[in-house]
Every structure is written in C-alpha cells, then in structure tokens.
RNA sequence: GUCCCCAUCGUCUAGCCAGGUCCAGGACACCGGCCUUUCACGCCGGCGACACGAGUUCAAAUCUCGUUGGGGACGCCA
C-alpha cells in the first residue's frame, strides 16, 4: 500500500513531521529536558488480520505501564512482511484493540515507512566499524551450518568476511557479487550486560553471539535492526515485550551502543501456553486465541482484560477483579511472573468454550455490574439477533432493564441473552429437550393442566406475582397433584428452559398475554 | 549441539528478594451442604501443591549446588 494512502487512512499526518525530525523539537532546554524524561512505550505488532489474545496482554501491560506513570503508548505496525500487510489486516488488529479499549497516543506508524533510514544506520554502522559486508552465499553458509550441526558442533559464522581488505571489497562489489550487512559483535571475554525489570540480572557472552546480518542481500533491513532503529527514533523508554524477545534483546543492546543511543529499560513478560506447554497460535488453537472470538462470543471487553491481564501478573493482595482506575493504580512491573502461564483452554469442552476462568470473571462482571451499563451491551447482542425492538429503549424501557436485571445471574456471556434468554424477547425460541421429558412428557394430562392454568391466569383480575402464585397452588390442589409440577411444566413451556428465576417472577417478566398464548398453544397441540 | 530463562493445588496465583508467624493463603474448576418445589446467584464446608536430591542453618517453599522437567533464542522471519 502506498505510503501516503496509509498516512490518509489513518489521518495520521499531523505527527508525521515530529517523528520524522525527532531534532526539530526540544530547541528549548525545559521542552528537551521534559521530553527526555517522558516515558514511552510501544505496541508493534505486525499485521495478521486478527489480534491474538497473547499480543492483546502484551499491549494490555504496556498500556497500564503507560497510564500508570503517564506516560505516552506508541502503536507501530511491523509490516515489512508486505503479503500479510493489508488494510484489511491491519484493521483487524486495531479493532481488537479499539474493542478492549486499548488506547494509545500516537501512530499508528508503519515500520514500512522507515526502511531507507533503517538502511542508513546499518552504512552508519559499517562506516564506525560496527558492520562489515560479508559476500558468503547462503548456499556456502548453509552447507557449513548443516556440516556443523552433523558434526553436533555449535555453528556460527566464521567471520571470514570480518578482515576483507577495502581493495578486496571494491573488487567483489565492482564484480557485482551480491553481499549483505553483518554486525561486528565485539572481541573478547566480555559481555553484554542488563537488568530486565522482570528476569532480573541478564547476561550473555560476545562469544556465544554470532556477528548476525542486518541487511538482506537484496539490500532490506532484518528485524533485529529496524526495530531497534524504530525505537530510538521513537524515543521508546520501556520495552515490555514477551519472553520470546529475551534472546533479541543482548543483539539489540550491541546495536543501540554501536548506535550511541540509549538503552530502553526492558521488561520481558512470560508468555501464555496451551495446555500442552505448546505456543497458542490461530493457525493450532482456532479462534479462541482472538480478541475476535470474545467481542463475537459476547464478552465484555473488560472482563478479557481482568483476565488477561492476571495470567502472569498479581497485584500484592487476593484481589481479582479491578476497575480499569484500580488496575492502573495498582498495577506494576515488580508483580510479573517470570513462570510462563497456561490458558487453560480444552477444545471442544460444551460447558467451557473458552478459559473457565475466563468466563467465570465475564459472568461475574455481568450480574454485577450496573444495570445500566449492561443494557447497551445487551441491546447490541439483540439487535445482532434481530431481537431488538425499539420499545426497549422506549415505553418498555422499564420493563427491559427489569427482565435484564431478572435473567442476568444465570448468564455468563452476552449471547445468553438471544440463547437462553430469547423467550423472553421474542414468541419462537427452542424448546430444550431435556426440561422437556422431565417436566413435559413424563405427564400424561400435563397438556390439560396447563390449559386449565391458563384460563385462570387468563381470568385474573390482578395479574401479579401473588395472584399467579396463589392461582397455580389452588389448581394444583384441586387436580391432587404437587404445585411443582404445574410450576416446572410452565417453565419449561414459556421459556424453553430447564432453569430461569423464579417462577412468578418469569411470568411477569413475561406478561400476561404471552404466558397465556403459550399456554394454551401447548395445550392445544398433542 | 550452544546459550538463556523458568519450576507452589488440575488451572491462575500469594508467600521467596530481607529463612521461623506456612503441616503453605486466595481465585477458578470440581465435590458436598444451606437457600430454592427449578436452576443459578449467594453463603458454608471439602478435595487439592512447595518437581527431585544434596548442602547451609537451631530452623528452608524461601539461600546454594546438582538432577529432572518445561519454555525460549541460536534464520538473508517478525
């Protein structure tokens, strides 16, 4: 995509010239000094469509580390890998993020744009010897890799580009003998030092890093260096990215030094594993690692953050469940756990669809939460079910909130509302089957029971929740038989469900007129 | 193969850095009870872990070493 289209898409223009010129600003002392101390921290994930429920933890900690110290969130998207790189790709992503109410102050960036500049600091680095061309053909590195690992030796380059003679390098590339970019790890028994605000005192040998390519041979910026090179444009103070980052990192420090720029602190974060141990991925776990599958499945996007966010994170106390001001009051880097953690995820398991523990903070922000924070939730997942009427937010506005409120401590998920919950919404729901032998079929004259129930719940001159109650006990007393038959059996035909609130209740949820053409449909069919 | 990291209930975790108050606390899940002529919520209770082995110490989940197990990095992927 070309790059000016993208910079319209994203209306991004008005930060263009900062980042690019980070010089132009700070000519003031106080300005510079405010700037440097400003903390930031950046999201880059690189475009695949969806956004992955380990990335979303990644971003879900940087941005509480953001908020906490306010500080400012940069969203960079890698897209050097230009086939996945589509708009549509990159939308995935920050709807996911707009869903969870990840914010962030700047960008979205694209490390696509930056490609010349990341060319530009790795001829920066060859001219202070920090880099070298090296002219080896991957089919000649390939073969000495594959010998070394037959041999069960440790490879690594042979540097044998390292000491090339500037005549001999000139010979080469007026021979048009394609090279790339090395970086030259330093000599000796040193090594590269740092504290991860996480892992604590990490240290890595020069020896045992192997002087790695930072340029293609066809001329194109690797990872290592263009994220690096992304950072310190961006000023990025903190990195808080995965554990699978804590290798990169001693190469990414080499290259910040070699490019005089501060180190960032870093701060690596264990990753989320199936149950087997294994990496979760879409391509092996299937949509339940997206945030897609959450805001589809009826999640309230802050619950998927509470839960995100204690797999490998605790605050000091037992406390669970956060406001998104407790969370950002409370949250630090010290309560991070170095273990990797376990989505406790079991495929095709009917009760759990995803994290039991998952749903068990969803259901409890759903029956806790302020009624009238849930209705609007509620409301889309009807109108998403073509259940919606206008009257709900209308002259049945109380009525709503009232059955919503009613129904709400059996629910776990939104979609609830349009499955279990749909009798109360609409005339055609499913008839559970198991309620249904229990409570139906078991009964032979059930059929003339209720029909006999519904005339005198037709004939109620006070239809209330005593008058029902008092008329079901009577009925039940004159047939001789016990008043939870006629109670079950209700149940199950007015709202399709084994189980629901109370049974008066329902019916005045459900309303006189309904629970009466219900009753008698059934009655009536044999 | 080399290097790095990690290790408490089934799962998420507290405790570990500053050893005793921990025969290890909380949450989810599971089981039982109360409530309820349904089910859930709620409440009460139960099940359930310091990977193993040495060492240091009066004392170790906590410190040290080793073993085992797991994860990650070693790409002209990001």
């Not at 000091?316 to 273990?339: C, H, R, V, W």
């Amino acid at each position: 995509m070309p790059v000016l289209l993208k910079r319209f898409i994203y209306s991004n223009l008005k930060n263009y010239t900062l980042y690019k010129f980070p010089a132009l600003i700070g000519r003031g002392n106080i300005q510079q000094e405010k700037i440097m101390s400003e903390v930031r921290l950046r999201f880059p994930p690189s475009p695949t469509g969806y956004l992955h429920i380990g990335g979303a933890r990644t971003a879900i900690y940087n941005w509480l580390y953001v908020k906490k110290h306010n500080g400012r969130l940069i969203l960079r998207i890698e897209d050097t890998d230009v086939e996945r790189s589509t708009k549509e790709s990159i939308d995935g992503i920050i709807d996911g993020l707009n869903w969870l109410g990840i914010t962030w102050d700047e960008g979205p960036y694209f490390q696509s744009d930056y490609i010349q500049e990341h060319i530009a600091a790795a001829h920066t680095l060859i001219s202070t010897g920090h880099a070298y061309k090296c002219f080896c053909t991957k089919e000649v590195l390939d073969v000495k890799r594959e010998a070394a690992v037959a041999a069960k030796a440790t490879y690594q380059y042979d540097r044998s580009c390292l000491h090339l003679t500037p005549e001999e390098i000139t010979l080469k590339e007026a021979q048009n003998i394609p090279h790339v970019i090395r970086f030259k790890v330093p000599e000796g028994d040193g090594s590269v030092v740092f504290e991860d605000k996480v892992y604590g005192h990490i240290e890595k040998s020069y020896k045992d890093i192997e002087d790695f390519v930072i340029i293609r041979s066809n001329g194109t910026p690797l990872y290592l260096l263009s994220n690096v090179v992304d950072d310190i444009r961006d000023r990025i103070t903190h990195v808080i990215r995965g554990q699978d980052g804590l290798g990169n990192t001693p190469r990414q420090i080499l290259i910040y030094e070699a490019l005089g720029a501060p180190v960032p602190v870093f701060a690596h974060m264990s990753l989320t594993l199936d149950p087997q141990k294994r990496k979760i991925s879409k391509r092996s776990h299937g949509e339940v690692v997206t945030v897609q599958f959450y805001k589809e499945n009826g999640f309230l996007p802050w619950a998927l953050v509470n839960f995100l966010v204690l797999l490998g994170w605790s605050p000091a106390s037992d406390q669970e469940i956060f406001t998104p001001e407790e969370l950002i009051d409370i949250y630090s880097l010290e309560g991070m756990n170095k273990a990797n953690s376990i989505f406790n995820y079991t495929k095709d398991d009917p009760k759990f669809i995803t994290d039991p523990k998952a749903l068990s903070i969803n259901a409890h922000y759903l029956r806790t939460m302020p009624i009238a924070d849930l209705i609007p939730l509620v409301k889309e997942e009807l109108i998403a079910a073509d259940l919606w009427d206008t009257a709900y937010a209308g002259e049945k506005k109380e009525w709503f909130g009232n059955t919503v409120d009613l129904i709400r401590s059996r629910f776990h998920i939104l979609k609830d509302f349009s499955g279990p919950g749909r009798a109360y919404f609409s005339d055609t729901y499913e008839m559970d089957p198991k309620p249904v032998k229990k409570n139906l079929e078991k009964f032979e004259h059930i059929r003339e029971w209720l029909g006999l129930l519904a005339e005198r719940f037709e004939h109620l001159a006070d239809f209330s929740r005593e008058e029902t109650e008092r008329a079901t006990r009577e009925l039940a007393d004159e047939l001789d038989i016990k008043a939870g038959i006629l109670i079950n059996g209700t149940r199950t035909v007015v709202t399709g469900q084994a189980a629901g609130a109370g049974l008066f209740d329902v019916l005045m949820a459900i309303g006189k007129d309904r629970l009466v053409a219900r009753l008698k449909k059934f009655s009536a069919e044999s």
